[in-house]
């Protein structure tokens, strides 16, 4: 067989952690090509996203293929009914739960979408018809079966372990393979199954959000959060909790379901505050036990419901939403949305942060430009809806539950397809994070390691 060659273009998450959106093309005989693009995502925080998100894309929709998305976040899949509305007529490929998360996280983005828009949905970048329209091109693959996408290229997706149903894609084509990691878990999970093994990469494509830095042990972080909740309940607070509704939340219900029943805390009311994490917990139970690790399929094979205990309430309703605010303290809220900006978190920060006894707890990626940035980064007030709001509470974080691999884990994770990979691509991080991991990966691992630029295309030898 002749040499063939393929072309990478980095259409978005390159030098910001949001956005991804990749474009593979591979040739094929008779000068056709394979117009593969991977993720198709929204950017999330800085004041431009919303005109980010609404520009037109770089490359004509109707061109490509077929779209394999990693994983449900919508960092990951926010932009795909816009691309369907704007003539993509191929095949979306994820796995089931991916797929089945993935409408939930973009029916709920539409809804933002129109309220952003004044509710006018001329103005709206796509709506629930667009979303609609790309269910219908949506077809499952699962994990570690060999699947021809044609010009003699195959996919093989492996568990990524960062949230139920996320993959990684390997094509390979004549020996030679290029692997999409989407985003990497912090293996070991609480809920998932480990990070698998690359092996024989010869392009990579990694995140690397964390490329510059490690979490706390998981030991601390537990510790710390059963420290938070106590010191919360002895000052009878209000604990606030802005929660990605997916994986996050379940992390945080799984934990604080364990404290109940280890008898760490004592059992106080915890509001579950979001219509799209209830959604999403409905869909990990139904999953139950596909996609969990062994600890947790024998947790549920013993009758534990890992995702309810009693004093936990699903407040699915705006009205139930609002008593949650007469009902005495102390108690947990869990809200969203992770970075508050937006959804009915940001409501209990308006209702709770200027009272001392009550806490703000992070435990994710706040993006920069978000609310929950600004928090994170220690203002004393904060504008919420027009109202100047001060800051009395005590804003807490514990960076141990990210759902993505540190620094070391990183290294780690590449050291394993050392021996045949000619280049790792780092994104899907800011760029002091991107580069710091590019040079611990020269250093350290001894690979060709770069960040590319928006838009930068690079010929692969595959
Ligand atoms: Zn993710």
């Not at 709920?108 to 018809?129: Q, T």
């Not at 990626?365 to 203002?379: F, P």
């Not at 991080?429 to 390691?449: C, I």
Request: charged share 25%; hydrophobic share 35%.
């Amino acid at each position: 067989m002749s040499e063939k060659h393929s072309k990478l273009t980095f259409y978005g998450g390159t030098g910001i952690v949001t956005g991804a959106n990749f474009l593979l093309e591979i040739d094929g005989e008779n000068g056709k090509s394979l117009r593969i693009l991977v993720d198709c995502g929204f950017v999330q925080g800085g004041s431009d996203s919303h005109t980010l998100n609404a520009k037109a894309f770089p490359y004509e929709p109707n061109s490509i293929d077929i779209l394999f998305v990693t994983h449900a976040h919508l960092d990951h899949v926010g932009k795909i009914p816009k691309l369907v509305k704007d003539g993509f007529k191929g095949i979306i490929y994820s796995t089931r739960t991916t797929r089945e998360l993935a409408q939930v996280i973009m029916e709920d983005s539409a809804r933002l979408l129109l309220k952003d828009a004044g509710n006018n949905p001329k103005k709206v970048i796509y709506n629930e018809e667009d979303i609609l329209s790309a269910m219908r091109l949506w077809k499952d693959i699962p994990y570690h079966t060999k699947t021809d996408i044609g010009f003699g290229v195959s996919v093989y997706l492996k568990d990524a372990g960062h949230i139920l149903g996320s993959a990684m894609y390997e094509f390979s084509r004549s020996g030679r393979n290029i692997v999409f990691t989407g985003d990497l878990g912090n293996s070991p999970d609480l809920l998932l199954p480990d990070t698998e093994k690359i092996t024989d990469a010869n392009y990579l494509l990694m995140e690397s959000v964390y490329g510059d830095r490690n979490h706390e042990s998981k030991e601390d972080r537990k510790q710390k959060f059963v420290q938070i909740v106590k010191d919360n309940i002895a000052r009878k607070g209000v604990l606030v909790i802005p929660a990605f509704s997916l994986e996050r939340t379940q992390i945080v219900l799984y934990e604080l379901d364990e404290m109940v029943e280890q008898k760490l805390i004592p059992s106080i009311p915890v509001f579950l505050d979001s219509p799209m994490a209830i959604r999403v917990t409905e869909i990990y139970r139904k999953e139950m036990p596909n996609g969990f690790n062994d600890t947790i399929k024998k947790d549920i094979e013993s009758g534990d419901d890992i995702f309810s205990f009693p004093n936990l309430k699903y407040t699915l309703t705006t009205d139930e939403s609002k008593a949650i605010l007469g009902s005495p303290n102390p108690k947990i809220i869990i809200a969203g949305s992770g970075m508050s900006n937006g959804g009915r978190v940001i409501h209990h920060e308006k209702n709770y942060l200027p009272d001392p006894n009550n806490t703000l707890l992070m435990m994710g990626y706040e993006a920069v430009g978000t609310l929950g940035r600004t928090l994170m980064d220690g203002a004393k007030s904060v504008n919420i809806y027009g109202e100047n709001v001060a800051v009395r509470a005590k804003v807490a974080n514990i960076q141990g539950y990210s759902a993505h691999k540190d620094s070391d884990h990183l290294i780690e994770f590449v050291e394993d397809t050392k021996d045949t990979v000619e280049k790792v691509f780092c994104v899907m991080g800011e760029p002091k994070s991107s580069l710091f991991l590019v040079q611990r990966l020269r250093d350290y691992v001894g690979v060709n390691a770069m960040m590319p630029k928006l838009g930068e295309s690079f010929d692969l030898n595959f």
